[in-house]
């Protein structure tokens, strides 16, 4: 089994920064493309950015310029450093990952349990 587990989010101001974290552990031979969502009250879950394993990396409209991704392989961990941030911002941010299971190499979806992130003042 594989689990993520989201860490960083919490109370900003607008303006201010936020890391996020996504850790990923269990049975896991190779991570391929990692995202991190986000899901506002009363809409629906959009994707925030992604990060393939080679470290290709792409963002929604709303977040360039402002968010950057990354991710360190050797500890199957990714990460989301958020600058500027905006009341618009608020949700909970979850990550998400496609990982070959070692043993059986299969391709499975898996998911976070989400980081509430709040901006305001």
């Known amino acids: 089994q594989v689990q993520l587990v989201e860490s960083g989010g919490g109370l900003v101001q607008p303006g201010g920064s936020l890391r996020l974290s996504c850790a990923a552990s269990?049975?896991?031979?190779?991570?391929?493309?990692m995202r991190w969502y986000r899901q506002a009250p009363g809409k629906e879950r959009e994707l925030v950015a992604a990060i393939t394993r080679r470290g290709n990396t792409n963002y929604a409209d709303s977040v360039k310029g402002r968010f950057a991704i990354s991710r360190d392989n050797a500890k199957n961990t990714m990460y989301l450093q958020m600058n500027g941030l905006k009341p618009e911002d608020t949700a909970v941010y979850y990550c998400?990952?496609?990982?070959?299971?070692?043993?059986?190499?299969?391709?499975?979806?898996?998911w976070g349990q989400g980081t509430q992130v709040t901006v305001s003042s």
């Open positions: 998400n990952a496609v990982v070959i299971v070692s043993g059986s190499y299969y391709v499975d979806d898996y």
């Open positions: 269990g049975s896991i031979f190779s991570i391929n493309t």
